[in-house]
């Protein structure tokens, strides 16, 4: 039981500090430039808006953590083996969750950001430097298009680059640290609480 309660509360702590992480980086998602109008006027990128970083690596990733940090302290046996069920299925919410996140990290950062850009019918909102076949294969390869394009808000390439990255990178460890804790917990629920306890008794003569 040691070894698996040691590993349960690394992983709940060290999923704390990532989950601020998730959620800091998707709450300046929605918030280019620091200012609130872009989001009340609906002109941020679409990922962002779905604030996986939020609810997925953020909340729901704490709640695990905070199960893991407890179940650490569980003894008796029955309590033990019980806890370790409950773990596995904590560890499964924050495995998708996590997940998630890194999907629509990866995604925005594919897709570009919503901006103010120069179309042919004039200022227009949208995604100008989204990925298409008859077009350039994007523009995380070509730095030029980083300030050329978007005109509002500004800097909002080089922001959700550096966010999307910093969540997206985040959200994946975390996926990994709860699949690891997936096997850790299985481990405690197969082997028992007298997992790490076994010792090899003196031989009297």
């Known amino acids: 039981m040691m070894c698996v309660s040691r590993c349960l509360r690394c992983v709940g702590v060290s999923l704390v500090p990532m989950a601020i992480i998730c959620m800091l980086s998707n709450i300046l998602l929605l918030l280019p430039e620091l200012k609130l109008h872009f989001l009340l006027e609906g002109h941020v990128t679409r990922e962002a808006t779905w604030a996986t970083g939020l609810w997925g690596s953020g909340i729901l990733v704490l709640l695990g953590a905070r199960a893991f940090i407890q179940s650490s302290r569980t003894r008796g046996c029955c309590a033990f083996r019980s806890q370790m069920l409950c773990q596995s299925l904590y560890s499964c919410i924050g495995l998708l969750a996590a997940s998630s996140c890194t999907l629509v990290s990866a995604t925005g950062l594919s897709q570009g950001p919503l901006c ?3 179309a042919s019918s004039g200022l227009t909102w949208g995604v100008p430097l989204q990925p298409l076949p008859d077009r350039h294969s994007g523009y995380l390869y070509n730095h030029t298009l980083w ?6 808000p500004h800097s909002v390439v080089q922001w959700n680059v550096v966010l999307f990255s910093i969540m997206g990178i985040t959200s994946a460890m975390q996926a990994l640290l709860c699949g690891l804790n997936i096997l850790n917990s299985g481990l405690g629920l197969i082997l028992g ?3 790490g306890h ?3 008794a003196p031989v009297s003569v």
């Open 116 to 118: 103010l850009y120069n």
């Open 147 to 152: 300030s050329g394009v978007c005109m509002a």
């Open 193 to 195: 609480q007298g997992f």
């Open 198 to 200: 076994n010792k090899v």
